[in-house]
């Protein structure tokens, strides 16, 4: 404990600032949680101190330990500029009450084909998947070596793209999605007979996410599931903390279990020691965001990262492209990966986020840089709150949460690597109203209403 604190005085002013405008924010925002806008801002503040106020304070201080005081003192004042320019921007969003998201319970969705459709959709893409990896269901729903083998995995797909690669990872991405709703069923069904079946769906396939090692998917899968439980269920405050405490632990747990397992396969954990023991020893990784910002801010002013003018965003926005279709599509981060990483066997040596403030800087520069992610999120959170006002209630609020559950994964980057389980579940979503409901609909009207000119009067009418 006293280490971390004299690590702590070792940091430069600006760190202290950004802190105080995460608790001061946060607080700040806890009122406005009746609004929708005051929920996402509750959210991103919680990001920017994990991915880039964690890091330094958690026995990594050699990492920051090679910069020079003046580069530590920028990087965390850019990122008190995001933190300010989210805050101001934010208001610019809708007011949508929070109370809109409990329109699912006065919407009896039971009555609609809603489970049957997600069920028969579930069985089409887990077929299709189970044929990839040779009708093997134990290897498609526990995938213990998917890490090592991805051969293994129903999704899998070459690191660089085939005429066919963006098929594959649209029906995985689709796949994430019906999972997702499989526990989000669960939650607001008043049927206890879908209510078992859905758990049992989730049981059965959630277990495939964490196999993978990939700790975005499985908050992808998850985390709607959890948000709305907490903002939909009329809980007393003090059962809200005891779920949020229990499943807090639960997926601490998960993600330890994940990060010690992944690379030498889940058949491991059968082998030598405990696995209690393995897990206790395993530590998270990947939450230094504030470090690839430094290295982002050191890389340009030495020269060796050009100011991109945007192109990552949109390298980023454009990836859905196939690269036999465009061969010269630029390989997006390539450049600052190669300065991170090095070169093994002719490639990148390994894949390097930018953050999100970081993406922000490497797009637009030090200045004007941090402020264009926040405007991002700002207009992804109008986004997401608009969603609720038309359309199916269910499908709209259990995208929302997708929506929401997603802005945790965007501090590492702004991307559609993360964005498509949005974007597909966004056009299930119109494909399911506009086939399936509208469908329902004309029918209902039929069944209702007056058979036009041929419909007979209520009362004898005599001719002459």
């Not at 990552?312 to 990483?341: C, D, M, Q, S």
Request: net charge positive.
């Amino acid at each position: 404990m006293q280490g971390l604190f004299d690590r702590s005085f070792e940091l430069p002013t600006s760190y202290f600032v950004a802190v105080a405008l995460v608790v001061v924010l946060s607080v700040e925002a806890l009122p406005r949680l009746r609004q929708l806008r005051g929920v996402f801002s509750v959210v991103v503040y919680a990001t920017v101190a994990l991915w880039y106020l964690f890091d330094p304070l958690v026995g990594r201080e050699k990492n920051y330990n090679v910069f020079t005081p003046s580069e530590l003192e920028l990087a965390f004042a850019q990122i008190c500029i995001f933190l300010i320019s989210f805050r101001i921007l934010i208001e610019l969003s809708p007011k949508t009450p929070t109370v809109a998201l409990r329109k699912i319970e006065e919407f009896d969705f039971d009555r609609g084909p809603i489970v049957k459709v997600t069920v028969i959709a579930w069985a089409i893409l887990f077929t299709i998947g189970l044929a990839r990896v040779n009708f093997n269901p134990i290897t498609a729903l526990f995938p213990l070596d998917a890490r090592r083998n991805w051969e293994s995995y129903m999704w899998n797909r070459p690191r660089i793209g085939t005429t066919t690669s963006f098929l594959i990872s649209a029906l995985g991405y689709l796949y994430t999605v019906i999972c997702a709703f499989f526990g989000l069923l669960a939650v607001v069904t008043r049927r206890p007979g879908t209510r078992r079946l859905m758990i049992f769906l989730a049981m059965l396939t959630w277990p495939m996410f964490a196999l993978t090692g990939a700790r975005s998917t499985v908050l992808s899968v998850l985390g709607p599931t959890i948000l709305g439980v907490l903002l939909t269920k009329r809980w007393s405050p003090w059962k809200m903390t005891a779920f949020a405490v229990s499943i807090g632990l639960v997926i601490n747990l998960t993600m330890l279990a994940m990060i010690e397992f992944r690379n030498s396969g889940f058949h491991s954990a059968l082998d030598g020691e405990a696995i209690v023991t393995r897990i206790g020893r395993a530590k998270h990784l990947g939450f230094n965001m504030g470090e690839e910002l430094l290295y982002i801010n050191r890389y340009q002013n030495t020269g060796q990262l050009k100011v991109e003018m945007g192109m990552n965003y949109l390298g980023n926005l454009l990836n859905f492209i196939p690269r036999p279709i465009w061969p010269g599509k630029p390989f997006v981060g390539r450049e600052f990966a190669l300065l991170r990483t090095g070169l093994y066997r002719g490639d990148v040596a390994a894949t390097i986020s930018f953050g999100i403030v970081g993406q922000g800087v490497a797009n637009f520069g030090p200045w004007l840089g941090p402020a264009i992610p926040a405007l991002f999120l700002v207009l992804y959170c109008s986004w997401a709150i608009r969603l609720l006002n038309t359309g199916h209630i269910f499908l709209r609020c259990c995208l929302f949460f997708i929506a929401l559950a997603k802005v945790p994964n965007l501090g590492r980057d702004i991307t559609l690597f993360d964005l498509w389980i949005v974007v597909f579940g966004y056009i299930a979503t119109l494909m399911y109203e506009r086939l399936v409901e509208s469908r329902a609909a004309r029918r209902k009207k039929l069944i209702h209403s007056p058979r036009g000119s041929t419909a007979r009067p209520s009362h004898p009418v005599h001719y002459r």
